[in-house]
């Protein structure tokens, strides 16, 4: 047929990058795991069904906080078809994604923490007979007192909702201060003090989390399930089961979108291998959409508080940010979330001086974690909100400040981030002139308006989650005589296009198609370790692992040809399935027959690839490896927006994005990942939220999710979507694969303020919260009217006992990364911490 | 262990209806109480349709019943007997992908995928009914199916190159 792989005439890219000879990167190219997809044989972890299979439902808790007193499962225990019946007495030991957060059981085992805290599991022949003997199970609570928000657990120490943290309800306090900001502020010639909360939201990826487990052949534990991270879960399923990691196997099934939800190990995956290794039959979980809303893990609700100095001309003298973050009921990453508020607000503009305080509160409500920019989106809407004020009071044009103060390229922070290629100059000039920003800022009629914002991200976190020596991502590749070629790797796809990242980067080194190519992704049997999708770490580290691979099987094909033809190796070239001579084209072998060189010279053909991120000897100071990456991305958009005053209604009509992703692999894909993340910020922006609300007291004062459904969650359609015009700054960055960087998170972070100050430039009121309601532009239309601030946003930021600031002096105040004091802490019981096996 | 193997009554399969799937005749039996898509994917294994809210809120269980586009999570089975039922698996003909899917695979449409059955069934339906549709017509037809992954451009795409090549095939054919 004659479907054109076309790029579509939205997106325009700079210019391709020069002097390369690329045949398969960079070209607009099929995804290799797309005809399953669109076929419907792509087998999702809800797809598999085992001869002899049991099902299993959860008995979640209807209160926020309560004392569990008493399980009586005997009831449901009795009912026909029910094969088992597991409490957290069955799966006592703690577990948690990160080492220090170590505060999760499968199964409550004495206290529930917010509403749909799993406390009891039904194993069953048949789903409904086990969701029916849910009701046959009666569980005596003790009801304690809940809280709500971050300002009611800072004040109220007790009851805790956990044993562990800093102190009362405070999880985590984090205190820095690089540069003294007092004489900072002290030379500036304006300082703007600002508040702004951005509401927590969901992923709600397509798939709700499903999982199968099996006891095989061997006695031995395989999970298929929908996890972002099979790695993190290979460790916490071993530490909760009791099992040496090789009796595990846990395969990620491709996953129906992660967008950072299926990045912590989940209960649901432990209760079911526990029932599986119990019952010897395979036990098989789907959860409910209303119980992916409980298993949640996203967005932090974030209160900010933003102080910053300026110069008439823009300069920034210092910034003083604290940050105060919801954090719901367990600890998933917040501690790496925490400092996620405000280890990027350097990384876009100079800031000499700056100041970080930020504080985790636990909650009675379903745990926050990593979504989509992880930490970042809510200090950067309140960044770059307040960046639009300052031009407007300096009145300098927003876009014109912005390139002023933009960081240079391999510039050091004030918190030692190194950064790498910095595309942010481009990124703004390109994106200004795309929308005709000059002709239309200010200057568009009441009700319509343009805004603009900028944003950085990382290219995978620097650090690991357990530190040690070892490897970020590995490859292993197996060449076959019949030319085929096999990659196995620990990547999971869920979505973004890992699969065809790896076979892309093998196909171009070895001169083949990706076709050619087959990817085993996700398995902890056939592939290293790779430690997960998240953080944008992927395409950088893995496909750097891919490429080393790569390599080292193309050298030993090259010296086997070589021989063969009599033909010096480094006159060898790799292309069109076929290895030639450059100076003889006709001499040349098919690919099929240079494996089979290689393999009668050297064996059989396989080779292996690692990656380890470059050392970071900068940051040195304690906390000091949060914000690390082997490089950063840069992001610049303009929304132009409609506000109908009389409803408040706000119609985004169109997008401009730039993004400075290094250099698009697969520019299709590419683009899928940019305007997906666009949709995903105007799902921020303008309506969604995982909110919650107390019921009436007659009725229980439970905490309850306000939307846990997904017609009241309210995302955006096809209806919603604006016209998107979206250009490619490439300019290759040593540190990525074919010069590489992220693109999947990166162009979500700029539409949430983007959209915002659009709406101030339409109709003048500042909204500076999201998500940006109706209720909340009539609100401030009405403060507008009434000659009072127009307005809608925080009005006061709780007083947190700070700890004193860790104390770093920048770069250009002779600082060398580490730490001028130390900062007596509070001794505080920890729980108990996994063992770091190796360091 | 014998009450525990007795069969309980809402799990037996006391239904039974006849259906036409994806152009061939098949009978299925079933408990009474499941829905379209749980028979499709429990009783006949066809797991191309996909649970996304089981609420008729997403889009990702839609099928087509005599030709007109459902949310399969909302249709009792036992009110299909006698009925025609096109799933996914139904559109490509002879390993030969349906326009819509091809495009789809090409133009990035699909990226998770977990959308894509009932986005390209419903897709289909429009098709079926309308074979130019607008550019609204497709955001207006396609509102009903939720995708978290592409922010819908490319699926719009994928859309309007399948009525290219279709018209262009049919062209052809005259």
Known sequence: MAINRDLPKRLSRTSKPAGDDLRVIGSARQRVDVRGKVMGQTVYADDISLPRMAHCKILRSPHPHARIRNIDFSRALARPGVYLVLTGKDLPIEYGILPVSQDETALCVDRVRHVGDPVAAVIAREELIAFEALDLIDVDYEILPTISDPEEALATSEPRIHDYGEEGNIHKRVSFEFGEVGSGFAEADEILEDLFFYEGSTHLAMEQHASVAMKDREGKLTLWTSTQVPHYLHRSLAKVLGLPTGHIRVVATPNGGGFGGKSDPLNHEIIASKAALMLGRPVKISLTREEVFYCHRGRHPVLMKFKTGVKKDGTITALDLQTLIDGGGYGSFGVASTFYTGALQTTTYHVPRYKFRACRTFTNKPPCGPKRGHGTPQPRFGQEVQMDKIAERLNIDPAELRLRIAVQPNELTANFLQLGTVGLDQCIRRVVEMSGWKDKFRKLPEGRGVGLACSCYLTGAGLAIYWNKMPHSGIQLKLDRGGGVTVQAGTTEIGQGSDDVLAAIVAEILGLQTTDIRVYSGDTDLGPVDLGSYSSRVTLMAGNAALQAAERAKAMLAEAVAEKLQVPMERLRFADSAVFDTAAPEKRVTFPEAVCFGEARFGTIGTVGSYWPPKMPAAQYKGGGVGTSPTYTYSAAVAEVEVNPATGWVRVAKIWNTHDLGRALNPTLALGQVEGSIYMGLGEALMEEQAFRRLPKKLSHALVHRTPSMLDYKSPTSLDMPEIFTEFVEGPDPRGPFGAKEVGQGPLLPIMPAVANAVYDAVGVRIDEVPITPEKILKALAEKRAGRLPRSGPTHFPDVSWPEALRVPPPWEGGDGHAINEPSRPAKPHPEKEKVLTR | ?174
């Open chain 2, 1 to 174: 262990m014998t009450t525990k193997q007795k069969l309980p009554a809402e799990s037996q399969r006391t239904a039974r209806i006849r259906i036409v799937l994806n152009g061939e005749e098949v009978d299925v039996s079933f408990a009474p109480y499941k829905t379209l898509l749980e028979v499709l994917r429990e009783d006949l294994n066809h797991m191309g349709t996909k649970h996304g809210c089981e609420l008729g809120e997403c889009g990702a269980c839609s099928v087509l019943l005599d030709g007109e586009p459902v949310l399969s999570c909302l249709v009792l089975a036992l009110e299909c007997d006698g009925r025609d039922v096109v799933t996914i698996e139904g559109l490509a003909s002879d390993g030969e992908l349906h326009p819509l899917q091809e495009a789809f695979a090409k133009l990035g449409g699909s990226q998770c995928g977990y959308c894509t059955p009932g986005m390209i069934i419903t897709a289909k339906a429009l098709l079926d009914r309308v074979p130019h549709p607008s550019h609204d017509q497709i955001r207006e037809a396609l509102s009903g199916n939720l995708c978290r992954c592409t922010g819908y451009l490319q699926i719009f795409d994928s859309v309007e190159a399948a009525i290219t090549e279709i018209s262009e095939h049919k062209r052809k054919l005259k």
